[in-house]
């Protein structure tokens, strides 16, 4: 079964350029999670979809990021204009349970960003 | 609010050493503990869970007991092998889906 997988693994970008990063969930996981760990700091909760819906975006940083889940399957985050302070590890996770609590979220191995 | 405290690293050990990360938490409720682990170019992998007081996670040769009264879960390994190279992440989760997690703790064994 594959994995959680992200596009692309690495991204270098100037300041107020546009960057948009994939996840691609495991195939059947509702729950899709984005994160930020910002230079070798503590990984920061995103945002969550439960299939397109978003059900808990309160760990956005600004409007500057925009996420979706069309149809439910694979997931965008757009950062649009890109500031020298987004630069980081996004992970992406999922996960099948919908009771939330103690179930498995498996991550991706992340795309770096770095913003210039 | 929630927050997940863990030790500074590096750490750097040799082979077969005794391994202890430490980890404290401060949560409302009754949080669901984790410890996750980054190996060099991979995604995170969940080690170890604990959901309840008292519990003890264990996977791979590693342990964590989930103590209440200290609010803690520090991760032990008796045996680290080079292989055990990694960044380590104490995490928490309190019911909903959000998992809160430290700053991570990268380990270097030495052969």
């Known amino acids: 079964e594959a994995g959680v997988t992200q596009f692309p693994s690495h991204s270098v970008i100037e300041k107020g350029q546009t960057v948009t990063l994939r996840c691609d969930p495991i195939s059947g996981h509702d729950n899709l999670y984005w994160y930020r760990r910002v230079m070798g700091k503590e990984i920061k909760f995103l945002l969550h979809f439960v299939k397109e819906s978003k059900q808990d975006e309160s760990g956005m940083p600004n409007n500057r990021f925009l996420a979706e889940r069309t149809g439910g399957t694979y997931s965008t985050l757009k950062v649009q204009p890109a500031e020298l302070e987004d630069s980081g590890v996004y992970f992406c996770?999922?996960?099948?349970?919908?009771?939330?609590?103690?179930?498995?979220?498996?991550f991706g191995p992340g795309t770096r960003l770095l913003v210039l | 609010g929630n927050s997940v405290t863990q030790m500074e690293g590096p750490v750097t050990l040799s082979e077969e050493a005794f391994l202890t990360i430490n980890c404290t938490y401060t949560a409302t409720g009754y949080p669901s503990l984790f410890w996750y682990v980054q190996y060099p170019g991979e995604g995170l992998q969940l080690l170890l869970k604990?959901?309840?007081?008292?519990d003890k996670g264990s996977n791979k040769g590693f342990e964590a007991t989930y103590r209440k009264e200290t609010t803690s879960f520090h991760l032990e390994k008796g045996s680290v092998q080079v292989s055990d190279s990694a960044v380590y992440f104490c995490?928490?989760?309190?019911?909903?889906?959000?998992?809160?997690f430290g700053a991570g703790t990268r380990l270097f064994v030495k052969a």
């Open positions: 995490a928490l989760s309190t019911g909903g889906f959000k998992t809160i």
């Open positions: 996770a999922s996960s099948q349970d919908v009771r939330g609590g103690a179930e498995t979220q498996y």
């Open positions: 604990a959901t309840k007081a008292d």
